[in-house]
């Protein structure tokens, strides 16, 4: 189904490990802007830390932060939702924090509040120093405990985000807060060094589901890039999930797709084959078939049953070309050779299984345009992307960016 929204986390997936929006990401979120599709950053961080080349760009209007406490409308400066910790659970836990050494950041309306020693004695936690020139200039510079306890109770908490300086110690804090029933709060893990706490409801998922519900878009028509267990309940809402290949391995195995890393531009390259394909708004899928082939009629049950249009392709009455075929090989991700069908009678016949493994490219081209039983099938494109053969699993996936 096509897609109508991109949420797309920003630590480990949009930006790289310099912290910054690279050209390609960029770029890539301009042109899916101007195909009508809203882009909303969906962020651990607060409002004020979303960067102001990103909120810049054209297409973005909504913000989800602080994991999903809250969501913005930038244009009518708007807060369509508010999800704090309750006051009673703060209460509880400031006693239970006061047991260790912690840089305890509060977010706040937007903003960052954290006490004054620890930004002076930033080095001392587990905090990574790339993050330490915009730590000292978004945070909130708060005097003393009994100032920050005051605020938290009166202010009311999107969140806790809190560092070490010894990692048992954070482990201990999740131990203790996990194993009490009287706290009703969401813990969560966004990098390998802090954790963090929202309201028990207030996640990237249920912000994602309330916007959507807001703006009348349906479920399917969502795409969610992520790198961090944050990023899972969203990733699980939506209609196509993206896994960061540098993220954790939940949130990998609860994916729909693995791009690459967050250094390698996996938000442009995945945006680019899902979202930006070169096809008009009518083009069907193209479906090359042998009809007498039970694993054809297979397949095109499945694209009917997905009530997905597609335009049929008779492998032997309206053969491939060189050109297409070559045409195919270039978007197909797997290796050439895997376009023969290597359970055919023409292919043992031929005696194909040990030449094929010297032949170059344009012999496969030729031998297979000579010949369609030579062909494995079915085989499917849409725009830019190309699967060959029928796996069940691969083509729910393929079907969830189309």
């Keep these: 189904m096509k897609k109508k929204l991109i949420a797309i986390d920003l ?10 929006i690279s050209k390609e990401n960029k770029e890539a979120l301009i042109k899916a802007s101007k195909r009508g599709i809203l882009i909303v950053p969906a962020t651990g961080r607060v409002l004020a830390e979303v960067p102001d080349e990103l909120l810049t760009l054209p297409g973005i209007r909504y913000v989800i932060t602080s994991n999903g406490a809250s969501v913005v409308d930038l244009k009518e400066k708007k807060q369509l939702l508010k999800n704090q910790i309750e006051p009673e659970e703060v209460k509880k836990m400031l006693p239970l924090f006061s047991q260790y050494d912690l840089f305890n950041e509060a977010y706040i309306d937007g903003k960052t509040y954290v006490l004054e020693d620890c930004l002076e004695h930033l080095k001392d936690y587990a905090i ?10 978004t945070r909130e510079r708060v005097k003393d405990q009994e100032s920050y306890n ?15 300086k010894e990692m048992q ?26 954790l963090e706490v929202n309201a028990i409801t207030a996640t990237k998922g249920n912000a994602l589901a309330m916007l959507c519900d807001h703006l009348g878009i349906k479920q399917a028509e ?94 032997l009455e309206a053969p ?21 069908n290597t359970h055919g009678k023409v292919y043992r016949e031929m005696g194909l299984k040990n030449t094929i493994k ?36 691969e083509w729910e996936i393929f079907v969830k960016g189309i």
Excluded: W
């Design 11 to 20: 630590d480990g997936t949009l930006l790289n490990s310099q912290i910054k």
């Design 128 to 137: 990574p120093k790339r993050y330490h020139p915009l730590f000292l200039k």
């Design 150 to 164: 005051r605020m938290v109770l009166e202010e009311g908490v999107e969140k806790f985000n809190i560092f070490f």
């Design 169 to 194: 110690d954070r482990d201990r804090l999740a131990q203790d807060l996990e194993n009490d029933p009287s706290f009703e709060i969401n813990l969560t893990i966004a990098l390998e060094y802090n």
């Design 222 to 315: 969502t795409m969610a890039f992520g790198d961090s267990l944050n990023d899972l309940s969203m990733l699980k809402y939506a209609g196509l999930s993206v896994g960061m290949k540098n993220g954790h391995p939940d949130l990998k195995a609860a994916a729909d797709i693995i791009a690459d890393t967050n250094d390698q531009n996996g938000v442009a390259k995945s945006i680019e084959a899902f979202i930006l394909q070169p096809e008009s708004e009518d083009e069907k899928l193209l479906f090359v078939e042998y009809p007498q082939c039970s694993t054809c009629r297979k397949a095109r049950k499945f694209l009917e049953a997905h009530e997905i249009p597609f335009e049929k392709r008779h492998i």
């Design 320 to 340: 491939l070309s060189e050109t297409e075929i070559k045409a195919l090989m270039e978007l197909y991700e797997g290796e050439p050779r895997q376009f023969f």
């Design 358 to 393: 010297t032949m170059g490219e344009e012999e496969m081209i030729h031998l297979l345009a000579s010949n369609g039983m030579l062909l494995k099938r079915p085989i499917v494109k849409k725009g830019k992307k190309v699967i060959v053969g029928f796996k069940e699993q």
